[in-house]
């Protein structure tokens, strides 16, 4: 059987702008579009002309796409107004985009209470807008906002607004679950309900994900015939966001039915650049990616239960649906305390050491993680700390320097203006090639002031840790045993952009954070290949 083409609309830069928190400048516009038309999107909606400078500004300067068909959204003419006097659809159309979206209601209660107009005035303003939108040139395509409610309280109005549409000329009637409500079910039944009156090759559909179903509706609506799919990078959109397309795009590709059915367009190549598409975004935002993130975090591949490592190692088909480089992502195998022996020997391999699985060592590693875990320790999210545990276990790591104290003093006092300000201060003393090294360090907290101390002065190794940063720092209190601890996880890198995770835990913050720290230099030392001190 021949597959079908299924178009792929993204509206990140349109619905996913009404993403609470976010605020994409005209700059990061155009290197998300330019980004969406390298992977294979079909239509990329670019915002609503004359709704905001920013859109207009998008629309006057358009980013070149070599592949995608630049889409302006908006909405139909507004009540009382002709096409010709109306500057809102004047706008729209003046930014002279191949294709246009215009939202319509499809909804009676919507056209009463919204609009305060009647159903037939409701269907003139569909009709007459995409005609307008057809008479200009431009590819039409009408949003049938709130379809689906819209369809259960009154099916013959919500077709008749489609059949507008349709009748005025227009490519595509994208069917809207607006208020995201719909389950999977119902959508399915609609959309083959809607397909005794508008052929699927000319209906779309654009789901919002407030019952965790917006991916599966979508689905639901392709299986059932609809040859045009909405959705966003990571889900961005309104209120809960809308489809995700680093989730649908690979599922459409890969699984059946989909595999079989529709032909989206994507490469080999386009699907292996979803999960640096997903962290571009992320980029743009300033957001940590989501780790849990189908197909694409970085923990969709992450294997923690020693069970499934064990079995991983044998196979990845065991416990992988997908293999990962398919979509771009990677395999990791995690060390905590619900690892075997297997998690210990494939972190080691990936360390690039070999141990005979029968070595006393490994066993006493596996001990080693899950005493540490229970007192409060986090090895799977600092992997830079549970190298140099193993590596100190094999006798691998020198003995850099010993630090035999250290102070640290907050003082909050008023400056000679009256403001008042925080300083810290702290003393550290450390002893390296048998030369004890006495540094004060300020800084605006404990950590900061402890870490400019540390490497004020670590003799023979300040060369070694010059470009160190630590660039993030997580706290937690737990409890862990019967007292409560703190577990405090730093991030650090240096200027080859290399990231390391270390994690340090105690009763006191301040030391818990040292001890993060003491690691995170140790481990730089460590691969940069640091001579021991001479003690
Ligand atoms: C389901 C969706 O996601 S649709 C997209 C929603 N996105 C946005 O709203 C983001 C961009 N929007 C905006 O910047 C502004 O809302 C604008 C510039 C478009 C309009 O701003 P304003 O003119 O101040 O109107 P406002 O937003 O307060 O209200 C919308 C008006 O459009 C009318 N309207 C709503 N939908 C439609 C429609 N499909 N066709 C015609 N008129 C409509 C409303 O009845 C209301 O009219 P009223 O002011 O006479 O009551
Ligand atoms: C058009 C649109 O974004 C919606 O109906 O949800």
Same mark, same amino acid.
């Given at each position: 059987?021949?597959r079908?083409?299924?178009?792929?609309?993204?509206?990140?830069l349109?619905?996913?702008?009404?993403t609470?928190?976010?605020?994409f400048?005209?700059e990061?516009k155009?290197n998300?579009?330019k980004?969406l038309?390298k992977?294979?999107?079909d239509?990329?909606?670019?915002?609503?002309?004359?709704?905001?400078?920013?859109d207009?500004?998008?629309f006057n300067n358009?980013p070149?796409?070599?592949?995608?068909?630049l889409?302006?959204?908006?909405?139909?003419?507004?009540?009382?107004?002709?096409? &010709?006097n109306?500057?809102g659809? &004047?706008a729209?159309?003046?930014?002279?985009t191949?294709?246009?979206?215009l939202?319509g209601k499809?909804?009676?209660?919507?056209?009463?209470v919204?609009?305060?107009i009647t159903?037939?005035?409701?269907?003139e303003?569909?009709?007459?807008?995409?005609a307008?939108?057809?008479?200009?040139?431009?590819?039409?395509?009408?949003?049938?906002?709130?379809?689906f409610?819209? +369809?259960?309280?009154?099916p013959?109005?919500?077709?008749?607004?489609?059949k507008?549409a349709?009748?005025?000329?227009?490519?595509?009637m994208?069917?809207?679950?607006?208020?995201?409500?719909?389950?999977?079910?119902e959508v399915?039944r609609?959309?083959?309900?809607v397909?005794?009156?508008i052929?699927?090759?000319?209906l779309?559909?654009?789901?919002?994900n407030?019952?965790?179903?917006?991916?599966?509706?979508?689905l639901?609506?392709?299986k059932?015939?609809?040859?045009?799919?909405?959705g966003?990078?990571?889900?961005l959109?309104?209120?809960?966001?809308?489809?995700?397309?680093?989730?649908?795009?690979?599922s459409?590709?890969?699984?059946?039915?989909?595999?079989?059915?529709?032909d989206?367009?994507?490469?080999?190549?386009?699907?292996?650049s979803?999960?640096l598409v997903?962290?571009?975004?992320?980029?743009?935002?300033?957001?940590?990616?989501n780790?849990?993130?189908? +197909?694409?975090?970085d923990?969709?591949?992450?294997h923690?239960?020693g069970?499934?490592?064990s079995a991983?190692?044998?196979?990845?088909?065991?416990?992988?649906?997908?293999?990962p480089?398919?979509?771009?992502?990677?395999?990791?195998?995690?060390?905590?305390?619900?690892?075997?022996?297997?998690?210990?020997?494939?972190?080691?391999?990936?360390?690039?050491?070999e141990?005979?699985?029968?070595?006393?060592k490994?066993?006493?590693?596996?001990?080693?993680?899950?005493?540490r875990?229970?007192k409060?320790f986090?090895?799977?999210?600092?992997?830079?700390?549970?190298?140099l545990?193993?590596?100190?276990?094999?006798?691998?790591?020198?003995?850099?320097?010993?630090?035999?104290?250290?102070?640290?003093q907050?003082?909050?006092r008023?400056?000679?203006?009256g403001?008042?300000?925080?300083?810290?201060?702290?003393?550290?003393k450390?002893?390296?090639?048998?030369e004890?090294?006495?540094?004060?360090?300020e800084?605006?907290?404990?950590?900061?002031?402890?870490?400019?101390?540390?490497?004020?002065?670590?003799?023979?190794y300040?060369?070694?840790?010059?470009?160190l940063?630590?660039?993030?720092?997580?706290?937690?209190?737990?409890?862990?045993?019967?007292?409560?601890v703190t577990?405090?996880?730093?991030?650090?890198?240096?200027?080859s952009n290399?990231r390391?995770?270390?994690?340090?835990?105690?009763?006191?913050?301040?030391?818990a954070?040292f001890?993060?720290?003491?690691?995170?230099?140790?481990?730089?030392?460590?691969?940069?290949?640091?001579?021991? &001190?001479?003690?």
């Amino acid at each position: 059987m021949e597959r079908e083409r299924l178009y792929l609309f993204d509206t990140t830069l349109r619905d996913g702008a009404q993403t609470q928190g976010v605020d994409f400048s005209v700059e990061d516009k155009t290197n998300i579009a330019k980004a969406l038309d390298k992977l294979g999107i079909d239509y990329i909606e670019g915002g609503w002309p004359g709704a905001n400078p920013g859109d207009t500004a998008f629309f006057n300067n358009p980013p070149e796409l070599q592949n995608a068909t630049l889409t302006a959204f908006g909405m139909t003419r507004r009540p009382g107004r002709s096409v &010709s006097n109306d500057p809102g659809l &004047s706008a729209i159309l003046d930014a002279k985009t191949p294709a246009v979206c215009l939202v319509g209601k499809s909804w009676d209660f919507h056209v009463d209470v919204a609009l305060g107009i009647t159903i037939e005035e409701n269907l003139e303003l569909i009709s007459d807008s995409i005609a307008e939108s057809v008479r200009q040139g431009r590819e039409a395509m009408y949003d049938a906002e709130h379809f689906f409610d819209g +369809y259960k309280a009154n099916p013959e109005f919500a077709l008749a607004c489609l059949k507008a549409a349709y009748g005025a000329g227009a490519r595509w009637m994208v069917l809207c679950d607006t208020n995201g409500g719909t389950l999977p079910d119902e959508v399915e039944r609609i959309v083959t309900e809607v397909l005794e009156h508008i052929p699927g090759s000319h209906l779309g559909i654009h789901t919002h994900n407030d019952t965790e179903n917006a991916v599966a509706n979508t689905l639901m609506a392709v299986k059932a015939g609809v040859r045009q799919v909405q959705g966003t990078l990571n889900g961005l959109g309104e209120r809960c966001g809308n489809a995700n397309m680093m989730s649908l795009i690979p599922s459409l590709v890969l699984k059946e039915p989909f595999k079989s059915m529709v032909d989206t367009g994507i490469t080999e190549e386009g699907l292996k650049s979803v999960t640096l598409v997903s962290r571009l975004l992320d980029d743009i935002l300033n957001r940590s990616p989501n780790l849990h993130q189908a +197909y694409v975090g970085d923990a969709a591949f992450a294997h923690k239960g020693g069970l499934h490592v064990s079995a991983v190692e044998k196979d990845p088909r065991t416990y992988e649906h997908i293999e990962p480089q398919i979509v771009g992502n990677k395999r990791h195998l995690l060390v905590s305390d619900q690892a075997g022996r297997s998690n210990i020997l494939a972190q080691l391999r990936e360390f690039g050491l070999e141990l005979d699985p029968k070595d006393p060592k490994v066993d006493r590693m596996l001990e080693e993680v899950k005493e540490r875990e229970f007192k409060g320790f986090s090895y799977d999210g600092a992997l830079a700390s549970f190298e140099l545990m193993a590596r100190r276990r094999m006798g691998l790591v020198p003995k850099y320097f010993d630090v035999e104290s250290f102070r640290v003093q907050v003082e909050r006092r008023h400056n000679a203006r009256g403001e008042i300000v925080s300083v810290t201060d702290a003393v550290v003393k450390v002893m390296v090639d048998g030369e004890r090294y006495l540094s004060v360090g300020e800084g605006n907290g404990p950590v900061n002031a402890l870490d400019a101390a540390l490497r004020k002065d670590l003799g023979k190794y300040s060369d070694y840790i010059d470009d160190l940063r630590l660039v993030d720092f997580k706290v937690r209190i737990l409890t862990s045993g019967t007292e409560a601890v703190t577990r405090v996880l730093i991030e650090s890198t240096d200027k080859s952009n290399k990231r390391w995770f270390t994690v340090g835990v105690s009763p006191n913050i301040v030391d818990a954070s040292f001890a993060a720290m003491i690691d995170s230099i140790t481990y730089k030392l460590y691969k940069a290949g640091a001579p021991a &001190s001479l003690q």
